[in-house]
């Protein structure tokens, strides 16, 4: 029986220095070999991810935490933000000094020159300060935008944009989705186009976006250095991922 496992990516095949370990190359290339299919499932843009999936072989994925779907260099699904609404939600940040980032699936615009919230969180994933475009929204296709603010502030916006989904990843920013957009939305194009039973279908992470994926699918499996709510939604939890998490995980369902 044929059998896929989806990875996220920080925190999961990404250690705390956003290295890859030689221990989850490894697995990932006994998985191969194994006849087991790999893809990713990220709340990264395509763009932020090319050279971990030049360097692990792998194709096909789940990004923008759901909303842009690749299978094997061919993209077989995509779910944009309404432009209506997000018109309305940029007013609205812009009101309450809140900077975004707009990301499609080539680049990302900043709607301010500078901010040190956009700065810290995207140091974080290894990435510079995007140039300011406040207007890039309005003739592009936008898969995800991110909020910047301080804990707690996404909440005046939940009532008023009921079309978005909010989940926060870091402590000055806030992934802003479809609502009803998630990584087992995604997960499931993908499996429908495999043809894959859900029983056959693992997955690994450990963040907040990662909750309804580890719910979805066949057997959830929680980092060791994931949040709790990411746990208590998993089948499995293996050591941290600079513990050997992947190989451990892996090792533990018997795939490699």
């Known amino acids: 029986m044929k059998k896929i496992v989806f990875f996220d990516i920080d925190g999961t095949l990404l250690d705390h220095q956003k290295n890859l370990p030689n221990s989850t190359k490894e ?44 299978f094997e260099n061919e993209v077989i699904y995509k779910n944009p933000l309404s432009q209506e609404e997000l018109e309305r939600f940029t007013e609205c940040a812009k009101d309450n000094s809140h900077p975004l980032v707009f990301m499609d699936e080539k680049t990302m615009k900043g709607s301010v020159r500078h901010h040190q919230f ?11 300060h995007p140039e300011e ?23 005046q916006y939940f009532d008023e944009f009921e079309q978005f989904r909010f989940i926060r990843w ?4 806030v992934d802003v989705l479809p609502n009803g957009g998630s990584k087992a939305e995604g997960i499931k194009k993908l499996i429908e186009r495999l043809g894959f039973d ?16 580890l719910k979805a699918v066949g057997t959830g499996v929680a980092m060791g250095n994931g949040v709790p709510e990411a746990k208590k939604q998993a089948d499995l939890i293996t050591t941290d991922v600079s513990e050997n998490g992947i190989w451990n995980g892996l090792k533990e369902l018997e795939l490699i």
């Open 133 to 155: 475009d406040s207007d890039f929204y309005l003739n592009k296709k936008i898969y995800q935008a991110l909020l910047f603010c301080e804990e707690n502030d996404e909440q």
């Open 27 to 70: 697995a990932i290339q006994k998985l191969k070999e194994n006849g087991v299919f790999t893809a990713i499932a990220t709340g990264r843009a395509p763009f932020m991810f090319e050279n971990l999936r030049e360097e692990l072989g792998i194709d096909s994925f789940v990004c923008f935490n759901g909303q842009y779907v690749v």
């Open 198 to 213: 859900l029983k056959d279908v693992f997955a690994f992470g450990d963040g907040l976006n990662d909750l309804e994926m």
């Open 118 to 128: 956009i700065e810290q969180s995207l140091t974080s994933l290894g990435f510079p």
């Open 170 to 173: 870091h402590p000055y920013s």
